[in-house]
């Protein structure tokens, strides 16, 4: 069984930063041998792709709307993927969930979910 845990969610002004963690756990699981990825859901909207990091780490990938302004990075040591969201815009709240071995930019490529982090961002 692979849990992950998302942390680090908050309310912030427009222009402020955030970042997400994701600590990942199970038996046989390693953040550093599966692709992790963010997703985001916002009120009446699907779930949408935000980030992905390959397993060997050589492939990020983000949605155009993020694109520039978060990354994604990984602690193997801790099992944990981060995901830095930096000039956030009100556009940018949602729950954010982290997710484990998959690819691509549909929720349904993707086998583990965490629970989900409120990120809030006032104008």
């Known amino acids: 069984q692979v849990r992950l845990v998302e942390s680090g969610g908050g309310s912030v002004q427009a222009g402020d930063s955030l970042r997400l963690s994701c600590a990942a756990s199970g038996r046989t699981f390693s953040s550093s041998s599966a692709a992790m990825g963010w997703f985001r859901q916002a009120p009446g909207k699907e779930r949408e792709f935000v980030a992905a990091?390959?397993?060997?780490?050589?492939?990020?990938y983000f949605a155009d709307s993020v694109k520039g302004r978060f990354t994604i990075s990984r602690d193997n040591a801790k099992n944990t993927v981060y995901l830095q969201m930096n000039s956030l815009k009100p556009e940018d709240t949602a729950v954010y969930y982290c997710?484990?071995?998959?690819?691509?930019?549909?929720?349904?490529?993707?086998?583990?979910w965490g629970q989900g982090t409120q990120v809030t961002v006032s104008s």
């Open positions: 990091r390959s397993w060997s780490g050589g492939s990020t």
């Open positions: 997710a484990a071995r998959g690819w691509g930019t549909s929720p349904w490529g993707w086998d583990y």
